[in-house]
């Protein structure tokens, strides 16, 4: 039987994540909001635009339309910094293993990634052809834990999507694959990541076996 596996990008493929959180605190900090890794937490997974309402919801504090676009692209641009420099050694442990023994499977494999960076980020670190589709955030209009994006890549790659399986790193995104109704694997914090059907710290810990009961697997 054919699945679909669907990755989320920050943070499961990537280690952007750190640079995601840089330059937001970064952004916060330059408005004199403070701004930690708990909080950047649940910035995981959530739209650009979401992200810069909560810190500033945060921060107690509110600004013109015109300057939260602007705030909006002073991250994204130094976002894209770190970004520049990104190569193939920024891939997470065993990504290639896992992405390469699903296409030995002949498994669908989509990205359902809320960044609208997606593809540049794939093309630096040389993975974007190990995909059969991309979904990022220049297709979806609902942000994380909305299942959209996921339904989405579900939808093109022709898989009910209770025959899909998620790798997400982070609370919105397993949140949004459980509505889906799809297998949620968390990949990272047991505590943070409980939702989840499975936790993993990394894909070091995910084996051939445990695919192959994927593939024949339902979710309940
Ligand atoms: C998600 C990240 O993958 O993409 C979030 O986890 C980020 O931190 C979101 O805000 C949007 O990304 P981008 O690259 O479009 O700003
Ligand atoms: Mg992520």
Redesign the pocket.
């Known amino acids: 039987m054919k699945k679909a596996f669907i990755f989320?990008?920050?943070?499961v493929i990537v280690d952007t994540?750190k640079y995601?959180f840089l330059a937001w605190q970064n952004l916060a900090n330059s408005l004199g909001i403070s701004f930690s890794e708990e909080q950047n937490e649940q910035?995981?997974?959530?739209?650009?635009v979401r992200?810069l309402e909560k810190i500033l919801e945060w921060g107690n504090k509110t600004i013109s339309e015109e300057e939260f676009t602007e705030l909006m692209s002073k991250k994204?641009e130094e976002?894209l910094v770190y970004i520049s420099k990104m190569d193939t050694s920024e891939i997470l442990p065993d990504v290639p293993r896992v992405l390469d023994y699903l296409i030995s499977k002949e498994q669908a494999i989509a990205l359902g990634?809320?960044?609208?960076?997606a593809r540049i980020i794939l093309d630096k670190v040389q993975l974007a052809t190990k995909f059969h589709t991309i979904v990022d955030?220049t297709n979806v209009s609902k942000a994380k834990p909305d299942p959209e994006v996921f339904l989405i890549g579900a939808k093109e790659l022709g898989v009910l999507p209770e025959n899909c399986v998620v790798f997400e790193d982070?609370v919105a995104g397993i949140q949004a694959a459980n509505i889906a109704n799809m297998i949620s694997i968390g990949i990272g914090d047991a505590e943070v990541l409980h939702e989840a059907d499975y936790i993993f710290n990394d894909f070091t810990e995910i084996r051939e076996d445990f695919i192959n009961n994927l593939v024949s697997a339902k979710k309940v």
Request: glycine letters at 14%; zero cysteines; proline letters at 0%.
């Open positions: 989320d990008l920050d943070g994540a995601h910035l995981k997974g959530v739209s650009r992200s994204n976002y990634s809320a960044s609208k960076n955030g982070s």
